[in-house]
């Protein structure tokens, strides 16, 4: 059975907010990646060839490496273990990986091996050159009994595991399958982002995650058609004992297939400027969101958002919780108006997301208690102010202390779903206090609007917002609109008790 519908957006949340507390290990090929940046102005007089002339040089981990820094970056820990060299190159990844915090005593640096690097040249951001430095062997039996050693001391402490083959060499010689079988053993989940066309180094994992190409070079035929898709995946879940099979498929998405159903998760629209390091994002977040308790299109829901975010960055990339809450809020669209009533917690990091892709962030509040033209004029001004309107909301009991026992006419929900339901308004946050200043310090709006029967000095969080440089603007009102001229008229004409 093949479903197309997209997973509900509220348990996505949820999951990302538990990002935090797993655990990842991840074993694999350890790259360095330099990037080089210049301008080329000139042909060199000793050869036909352009001289790049420097302008600035960075260096990022790649490989398993990159999948380390996402994971980390996305708020979990990441337990690494492998074998580099001991170069530059393998001791700047040792550098790198302690200032993210990872424990790496599983990392070991063996005389007789070389550490893969690789670096790309640049000028106007366009790749010149690409120079690789590695050498590609199978682990010693000396350095493969102390990676499993590693591995087994690891492992009790991770949630799940995570194979990096970039076919440098270490999962070579049935090295993947012997920490499959230790998972497999020890009831851990594992995923491999696979290498080559023999799959079967990796059979009995519990899932493999192959872009479209690689799925069609295991199967030995392309596939581009959903039912091309799903039919490779069974093919490969059969002949190598895979519980299901996670296929990344550029601009259409991804497919999460298993033995009986399959799924398929179109892509958000982005432009895309570097695709390097897009699917150590994606197995990642997909492998977080499993250890969370997220089922696999859950799962597979949020990685194709993660990999949405990072195609459109330069560079090998890494992900942030915030960004990733932007995108899977993005992805649901306008329509769903339930996405977009949020809790502080959720609304804060909407925010920070927002403003990371330089938007601009409104705020405005009030009880709302019977939405009326003069509600929609302010929402619709406020929301002219910004590029984002945020909208906090008196909660019921709130209302009641403001108001009076009568009121609230609407509670709290029906309130937010209305709100949240109107074009100017992104999002909507129930607040408990009498006040909304603690959701204005939690948020820093760029822009507080309030109507123009305030004065600034009398805008509760005014100081706040002005003091992180952001302004207050006040807008007009219809006149004579009014929640309580409103209910005044329902009353006297009997609707109301």
Known sequence: MIKHNPPSPEPLHRAIARFGQATVLVVGDFILDRFVNGVIERISPEAPIPVLHGRGETSTMGGAGNVVANIVSLGAAAVPVSVIGTDVAGDSL????????????????????????KSRFSALNQQVLRFDEEEIKPLGAAERAGLIRHFRAALPRADIVILSDYGKGILLDGVAGDLIAICREAGKPVLVDPKGRDYARYAGATAITPNRKELGEAVGHAVFADDEIVGAARQLISAHSFDFVVATRSEKGMSVVGPTEARHIATQAREVFDVSGAGDTVIASFALALAVGADTVMAASIANA?????????????????????????????????????????AARMVAAWKEEGLSVGFTNGCFDILHAGHVSLLHAARS???????????????????GAGRPVNDQHDRACVLAALASVDAVVVFEEDTPLALIEALLPDILVKGADYTVDTVVGADVVQKAGGRVVLVDLVAGKSTTSTIGKLRAGGTIN
Do not use: W, Y
């Open 94 to 117: 040792v550098r790198m990986l302690g200032e993210l915090g990872a424990d790496t005593a599983g990392l070991s640096q063996e005389r007789g091996r070389m550490t893969s690097s």
């Open 306 to 346: 993660a990999g949405g975010v990072v195609v459109g960055k330069r560079g090998t990339a890494r992900l942030t919780v915030e960004e990733l809450t932007g995108a899977l809020f993005r992805s649901h669209g306008p329509t769903a108006h339930k996405d977009a009533i949020l809790d502080a917690t959720s």
């Open 385 to 403: 102010q910004c590029d984002r309107l945020v909208l906090g909301l008196n909660s019921d009991a709130s209302v009641r202390r403001l108001k």
